[in-house]
């Protein structure tokens, strides 16, 4: 452990690493933080943003006039997804060919500040990040919290040949863990994707009266559309084709699409809205969720028992594809091949929203409370192997972490 908390005996510091490329990792880095703090783990808690290390000048910015993720975000609203499986595996290989260079940051970041734990919340810079660590600071337990259902291989989450802890969100993501050599003492299971606690407290809007409240139809099936925090164009077809369905379109920062929603000519009622932190809440006024395959919004919806409505086809992107898999395994609704099949598609689901509600039920996800156990029992076998073998912790504290 490092030597400030060894030396003291003080408060444990765990670091979590995000960045802002389509806005989930930094929401999974908030949420984890959350629950960490609701579990009452004796924690100091440290959000380290990896663009901020390994570009302390914003040399990117001063010389694009963008953050690099402003560059993605961009891209996702206007809907410029198709090959992007190619240009990730373009990505990966400059990963990989400047690895000695991202050590180099890495290390003076982790000997300058000495957390106890790390759990990274991105993919691509698992191995990076890792060997930095372990380079530096042997023996901190690194942990690699997947928020995605399943790894898109190689390279992308699970790294081979690694001491990486690895928390899996679905039976998938497990036996990709097993299947590239991590033994079952570095492979933890959890029961879905980390969502804020929001979405976990039972619901307590009156849906007639709050919707009446919004000028909208009290006892209409009504459907939410969202496609992250950047909105996305699609939304614009889909609106186009469903004139005659009751539509709640969340937009997220893209306020020119949320301008050209409202002057879109409709026969039923719609609200649209800007960026809202309130989703849980709007949710509970939904019927059904139309949007992408994307790991956060699509658990969120199931959670709140929203059946779903998404596409798979070359503009998904490629590690949300396995998603629309996972739509159909467990019956929770339907996956269309393009955005052209929306309307039938709304139609089956709503005719039938009794089924698909009940396989949303039937969906446990536990993960919030999960993971603070997960990571406390990571952290008791890190701590017990620092004190040597007169010291280890018996089997059953263990367990308790």
């Known amino acids: 452990m490092s030597a400030a908390v060894t030396a003291a005996g003080g408060t444990r510091i765990v670091d979590l690493v995000?960045?802002?490329?389509?806005?989930?990792?930094?929401?999974?880095?908030?949420?984890?933080?959350?629950a960490i703090r609701r579990a009452g783990l004796p924690w100091t808690?440290?959000?380290?943003?990896?663009?901020?290390?390994?570009?302390p000048k914003d040399?990117?910015?001063?010389?694009?006039?963008?953050?690099?993720e402003d560059v993605y975000n961009k891209r996702l609203a206007r809907g410029w997804t198709l090959g992007l499986a190619q240009e990730l595996k373009l990505?990966?290989?400059?990963?990989?060919?400047?690895?000695?260079?991202?050590?180099?940051?890495?290390?003076?970041?982790?000997?300058?500040?000495?957390?106890?734990?790390?759990?990274?919340?991105?993919?691509?810079?698992?191995?990076?990040?890792?060997?930095?660590?372990?380079?530096?600071?042997?023996?901190?337990p690194y942990v690699t919290v997947l928020t995605d259902l399943a790894d898109h291989p190689p390279n992308f989450w699970i790294e081979r040949g690694m001491d990486q802890h690895l928390v899996c969100g679905s039976p998938r993501a497990v036996a990709q863990a097993r299947a590239a050599g991590h033994a079952d003492d570095r492979i933890h299971a959890s029961s879905g994707m980390l969502m804020r606690a929001e979405f976990h407290e039972?619901?307590?809007?009156?849906?007639?009266?709050?919707?009446?409240?919004?000028?909208?139809?009290p006892e209409r099936p009504t459907?939410?559309?969202?496609?992250?925090?950047?909105?996305?164009?699609?939304?614009?077809g889909i609106a186009k084709r469903l004139p005659d369905t009751q539509l709640i379109l969340a937009c997220?920062?893209?306020?020119?699409?949320?301008?050209?929603?409202?002057?879109?000519?409709?026969?039923?009622?719609?609200?649209?809205?800007?960026?809202?932190?309130?989703?849980?809440?709007?949710?509970?006024l939904a019927d059904f969720f139309i949007g992408k395959p994307g790991p956060g919004c699509l658990s969120e919806a199931v959670q709140m028992q929203l059946p779903v409505i998404v596409v798979r086809n070359r503009w998904t992107l490629p590690q949300e594809r396995y998603n629309a898999q996972w739509v159909r395994e467990r019956g929770v609704?339907?996956?269309?091949?393009?955005?052209?099949?929306?309307?039938?598609?709304?139609?089956?689901?709503?005719?039938?929203?009794?089924?698909?509600?009940?396989?949303?039920?039937?969906?446990?996800?536990?993960?919030?409370?999960e993971l603070p156990e997960i990571l406390g029992r990571i952290m008791a076998r890190a701590e017990a192997v620092s004190r040597g073998p007169s010291m280890q912790l018996a089997p059953e504290d263990l367990a308790r972490g």
């Open 59 to 68: 040399s990117f910015r001063r010389f694009t006039g963008m953050d690099p």
């Open 333 to 369: 609704g339907l996956v269309c091949g393009s955005y052209a099949g929306v309307a039938p598609a709304v139609a089956e689901l709503v005719s039938n929203l009794d089924r698909y509600q009940a396989a949303t039920r039937r969906v446990e996800n536990r993960a919030l409370y």
């Open 45 to 55: 808690v440290r959000r380290v943003n990896l663009r901020s290390v390994l570009d």
């Open 252 to 284: 997220g920062h893209n306020a020119a699409l949320a301008q050209s929603l409202r002057e879109l000519p409709a026969r039923a009622p719609r609200l649209v809205l800007g960026f809202t932190p309130d989703i849980a809440r709007h949710m509970q």
């Open 91 to 140: 990505l990966q290989g400059m990963i990989r060919w400047g690895h000695a260079k991202l050590l180099r940051p890495l290390q003076q970041h982790w000997l300058a500040t000495e957390p106890d734990m790390v759990v990274s919340l991105i993919p691509n810079f698992n191995r990076a990040l890792c060997e930095s660590l372990a380079s530096t600071l042997p023996g901190v």
């Open 202 to 217: 039972p619901g307590t809007v009156d849906r007639r009266a709050e919707r009446a409240l919004l000028g909208m139809d």
């Open 18 to 34: 995000y960045f802002d490329a389509g806005g989930g990792h930094r929401a999974s880095a908030l949420a984890l933080e959350a």
């Open 223 to 236: 459907g939410l559309v969202l496609f992250g925090g950047q909105g996305s164009k699609a939304m614009l």
